[in-house]
Structure formats: C-alpha cells, structure tokens
C-alpha cells in the first residue's frame, strides 16, 4: 500500500470517528428495545392472528406480510421507556389484526 493510500485511509477513519454523533442520556433512558419484548411480541401477535408469526427487526417503520411482522429495533418516541414499550404491544397487536383481516 502507498503513502498516499494509507494516509486516505488514516484520514477517511478520522473522519468517520469524529462524524459519530452522541447519544443524549435522556434519549437512551426513554428508548425501548425490541429484542428485549421479542419473544412475548410473538406470543401475542401469534394469538391474535390466528395463525403463526414471526416477529423481526427492522432499521425501518416496519409492516406486516405473510406470517412476518416487522418492527423497529428501537422505539424512542414517547417520553417514557414504559409508554415505549406499550408502543411495542400495540404495534404487534395493530400488525396481527392487520394479518388476521388480510389487509
């Protein structure tokens, strides 16, 4: 490798190091995450559709098709880390109707 490659590189790693934004504390405490709930997620979507379904993690807003709900990994949008999990609960069950009623 030449020196004008490891020095782009050097440089491109610096970059990428200070460029990582910080998470606030306050936005840590109140985020739910859903591998925690994942396994009780599927308990309840499953019982609601009717029929299996698999529960996973998306970077995305998620959806529901064929036996598959996905939902995001992390949900942070309410101003307690309960009412984000509740969040959770009723994505799954809002998702699982959505399944049952093949809409």
């Known amino acids: 490798m030449s020196w004008d490659e490891r020095l782009f590189g050097w440089l491109w790693r610096r970059g990428k190091a200070l460029s990582r934004t910080r998470e606030a ?8 995450h859903l591998p925690e709930q994942i396994d009780s997620l599927t308990v309840l979507a499953a019982a609601i559709a ?21 939902l995001p ?27 049952r009623r093949r809409l």
């Open 50 to 70: 009717g029929e299996p379904v698999r529960v996973l993690e998306t970077q995305s807003s998620g959806g529901a098709a064929a036996g598959v709900l996905w």
């Open 25 to 32: 504390p306050e936005l840590s405490a109140r985020r739910a």
């Open 73 to 99: 990994a992390h949900l942070d949008v309410l101003a307690a880390r309960e009412d984000n999990e509740r969040a959770y609960v009723l994505r799954a069950a809002l998702g699982a109707i959505a399944m």
